[in-house]
């Protein structure tokens, strides 16, 4: 093999170790938006129970906030 073969070889290999690399990231990249949504949708849920407890805890709360979503102005 001469030297000319050996550099297409490494080229070659080299074009297929980016190919692998990107498709890794990509895939990287998609797991941790899905991990993302996933944590926010925790976050507003849990924020929304928060907000339920306390119109059970406090009545006029609930009575404030019921009128208001009756006659928002």
């Known amino acids: 093999m001469n030297w000319d073969a050996i550099g ?3 080229q070659w290999v080299g074009a297929i ?6 498709g ?3 895939r990287q990249i998609r797991d941790s938006n899905v991990q993302m949504r996933r ?3 925790n ?3 849990a924020q929304f129970s928060q907000w339920r407890q306390a119109l059970m805890r406090d009545a006029d709360l609930a009575r404030i906030w019921s009128k208001g979503m009756q006659n928002p102005s």
């Open 8 to 10: 297409a070889v490494g």
């Open 43 to 45: 976050a507003a849920q």
């Open 39 to 41: 944590a926010e949708l």
């Open 24 to 26: 890794y990231l990509v």
């Open 17 to 22: 170790a980016v190919v692998l690399t990107l």
